[in-house]
């Protein structure tokens, strides 16, 4: 079986900073792995993936994540923080071997200080 | 429409009426999928359809939840003798097919209050 970890459940940085939010899985196979966000009182978007192409992803609004497979871990990152990144941000993988493949971690969620 | 669609989008009710949530997801998706989250909480999940398959019904948290997927399309989730904890946003996705390297696309939730 899979499973997913977020490692915080809140992260506070400073608008123009960097972001790390951190995500680590567990799999028997080669997992594919996600990142959604989740802007208040909407629905969830796709950020990026991992499919076991290339090792960084880069995703939409300037997100990047990197897959380390030693680590066992796919943390996402940005360059600098802005306003409208303010979220939840969730990490997700996908494995072979159950009939629900997906798992969710318990969620992060941003803020962005002035 | 293009992406997955659930109605209603809100939901209020009784404590003890049944209720259902409908959702159409993508078409030609195979699999489907429905999450709760609760205020504040991650998504827990419910029940996986994918194809002609048995549902995965591992995380119906009682026997008063149930689902269906008609035609291998639409479903719905029903609520029987709705209760207070019953309220949350619930969410349905698909992706094109249960498989390792497809996203899952998510409907807007449906928000339901129990009162």
């Known amino acids: 079986a899979q499973s997913v970890t977020q490692l915080d459940s809140h992260v506070s940085v400073s608008e123009g900073t960097p972001v790390l939010l951190r995500c680590n899985y567990s799999s028997s196979y080669s997992p594919s792995l996600f990142w959604y966000v989740q802007h208040p009182n909407k629905g969830l978007q796709l950020l990026l993936k991992?499919?076991?192409?290339?090792?960084l992803v880069k995703g939409i609004n300037g997100f990047e994540a990197e897959f380390k497979k030693s680590e066992t871990s796919f943390h996402l990152t940005k360059p600098s923080a802005h306003m409208s990144d303010a979220a939840e941000y969730f990490c997700v993988v996908r494995a072979p071997g159950n009939n629900n493949d997906m798992r969710f971690g318990a969620g992060t969620r941003l803020t962005v200080k002035p | 429409g293009a992406g997955v669609s659930q109605s209603p989008s809100n939901k209020v009710t009784e404590k003890g009426k049944d209720v259902e949530l409908r959702c159409d997801p993508i078409?030609?998706?195979?699999?489907l999928y429905w999450y709760r989250q609760s205020l504040g909480q991650g998504l827990e999940f419910l029940i996986y359809?994918?194809?002609?398959?048995?549902?995965?019904k591992s995380g119906l948290p009682s026997d008063r939840f149930s689902a269906e997927r008609t035609g291998g399309s639409v479903s719905t989730l029903t609520i029987q003798r709705t209760q207070q904890e019953d309220s949350a946003v619930y969410l349905c996705?698909?992706?094109?097919?249960?498989?390792?390297?497809?996203?899952?696309?998510f409907g807007q939730g449906t928000r339901l209050t129990v009162v």
């Open positions: 359809f994918q194809g002609n398959s048995a549902p995965d």
């Open positions: 996705a698909s992706s094109l097919y249960g498989g390792l390297n497809t996203e899952a696309f």
């Open positions: 991992y499919t076991s192409a290339a090792t």
């Open positions: 078409s030609g998706h195979t699999a």
